[in-house]
């Protein structure tokens, strides 16, 4: 067995047998990882907090040939999630950043560009007075690492460049289409006013280190949050679940 040393987000941790736990990470190192913590539930476990869902930690892993489940045999807090667990719209903030990365990821591929945005996004949320914007700031800059970043220049059907009326948006798609091919779409499209395009394109391009002084409120923020929202779901394939999915490590 092989030791393994990792950097990684907890993205979710799960009862396993009595006292164990088998626990969900993106690694920068592995990508995403799942591994089982023996004895992690047990009063007095040398795990301790470490392994809740959103923190930052350093893993030492054993592989077994032919196994996809590691075994954590220490593990080393970096960042903690606690300020993250002090309310219900962090704990739904921060959930969503980790919800999207478990589903639209695969096992096994590593992405450090990706890793890195998870840390900054959820490290976002602990100065943050609107925690539900830094979640759609995030979601909006992880579709364009992970290779699913929304058209917002042309028609992502056709391909035409200019647009009657206003711009819609098609989850399927993957971007604005013109009104012809809206029409032709499975599932509804959502509009957008030229504000919100105006916004959308920003958040895609600015760099990400001012990205979080964009701005939106009303119908802006409404229309944005639509859009993204049906388009992860076609991303993943499903409707991301609420933060009940998570459980804590203490648990």
Not at 79 to 85: A, G
Not at 175 to 180: E, K, Q, R, S
Not at 202 to 209: N, S, V
Request: overall charge positive.
């Amino acid at each position: 067995m092989p030791l393994v040393k990792a950097t990684a987000i907890v993205l979710k941790s799960l009862k396993w047998g009595d006292a164990d736990r088998i626990v969900t990470c993106y690694s920068k190192e592995r990508g995403k990882l799942r591994g089982v913590a023996r004895g992690a539930r047990r009063l007095k476990s040398r795990f301790g907090a470490a392994l809740e869902p959103f923190s930052l930690c350093q893993l030492n892993l054993f592989e077994k040939t032919g196994d996809s489940l590691y075994r954590i045999s220490h593990v080393d807090l970096v960042r903690s999630s606690q300020k993250l667990r002090e309310s219900l719209g962090l704990i739904d903030s921060a959930a969503r950043m980790v919800n999207v990365v478990a589903a639209i990821t695969p096992d096994g591929d590593p992405d450090p560009l990706l890793f890195e945005t998870l840390v900054q996004g959820l490290a976002s949320l602990h100065e943050s007075e609107d925690p539900t914007f830094m979640a759609l700031l995030f979601q909006i800059r992880l579709l364009g690492v992970t290779g699913f970043r929304p058209q917002t220049d042309q028609c992502a059907t056709c391909g035409k460049t200019h647009f009657m009326g206003d711009p819609q948006f098609s989850p399927v798609a993957g971007g604005l289409v013109c009104l012809p091919c809206a029409a032709h779409q499975r599932v509804r499209c959502v509009a957008l006013s030229r504000g919100s395009l105006s916004f959308l394109q920003q958040a895609i391009r600015l760099d990400p280190t001012i990205v979080t002084r964009l701005r939106a409120s009303g119908q802006v923020r409404g229309e944005v949050e639509a859009a993204i929202e049906g388009y992860v779901t076609v991303v993943a394939g499903k409707r991301l679940p609420s933060a009940n999915f998570l459980s804590v490590a203490g648990s």
